[in-house]
């Protein structure tokens, strides 16, 4: 009813205003009216530690089954133990909107608290989620070495070109020297769209522009046009002429 209403639409605007000490109304008014996403955003929004135990009540009742994913993205947003281990829970149903709702937020948020999380994932979902997970891992790469030894590895035991293309972008955001190596061979691999990455990579590595251009030179000879061109531009920019 109205009542009903007003509660859920005032619940997320204190949620909005993250006024901490409006938990309890909120919290209250969720647990006496009839499911609805703006209360579940609201608890999300204020982030109190008690919306973990809350949450994960409200993620067991069916009547608040639809909200299940609104109920992911709220749990990344409260900062406590029983909300990061609700989260690991919630990673694991096989509900691909919850999985996609999640990963999406850690990979715009890039906590560093879900590194783990997103770590576990690896290897273990569909492959649009996949690539989603090494998004959000990309946003790590440049301060967590883990994440760069984890996509290292995992790269070579990669089949997929469109998901080896996506840890390849992801590793040249670290841009790190001591990956000059890798990428390197990643410009001999088999499948164009990995070289092509491999170009792009190249070029935000912080090495020397020379070692860039020695690099990039023999795939001026690439069967592929967009790779030669890519490495043409780019050969430019780096002040080789002969491209």
């Given amino acids: 009813g109205a009542d009903a209403e007003l509660a859920a639409a005032r619940a997320l605007a204190l949620g909005r205003l993250r006024a901490a000490e409006a938990y309890d109304l909120v919290a209250g008014r969720a647990r006496s009216s009839p499911p609805d996403e703006r209360f579940i955003k609201g608890l999300g929004e204020i982030g109190d530690p008690r919306a973990a135990e809350m949450l994960a009540r409200f993620w067991g009742d069916a009547r608040w ?3 299940r994913p609104a109920i992911g993205v709220a749990a990344c947003k409260v900062r406590s133990t029983r909300a990061e281990e ?4 919630a990673l694991q149903e096989d509900d691909l909107a919850v999985q996609g709702a999640i990963i999406r937020h850690l990979a715009a948020t890039a906590d560093t608290r ?3 999380v997103l770590l576990a994932k690896l290897g273990k979902v569909q492959e649009f989620f996949e690539v989603l997970v090494i998004q959000a891992l990309a946003r790590f790469a440049p301060t967590q070495p ?3 030894q984890a996509l290292l590895e995992r790269l070579p035991r990669e089949p997929n ?8 972008s992801a590793l040249a955001e670290a841009g790190h020297p001591e990956l000059a190596d890798a990428i390197e061979k990643l410009t001999r691999q088999r499948d164009r769209r990995v070289r092509a990455n491999a170009v792009d990579a190249v070029m935000r590595l912080y090495v020397a522009p020379a070692a860039k ?4 030179r023999p795939l001026l000879d690439d069967d592929d046009n967009r790779v ?16």
């Fill in 65 to 67: 089954a639809g909200l």
């Fill in 86 to 89: 609700f989260l690991r829970t």
């Fill in 114 to 116: 879900f590194v783990e």
């Fill in 146 to 148: 883990r994440v760069v």
């Fill in 161 to 168: 070109p469109r998901t080896a293309s996506c840890i390849i």
């Fill in 213 to 216: 251009v020695r690099i990039l």
């Fill in 228 to 243: 030669r061109a890519n490495t043409a531009r780019l050969m430019v920019q780096l002040g080789d002429r002969s491209a």
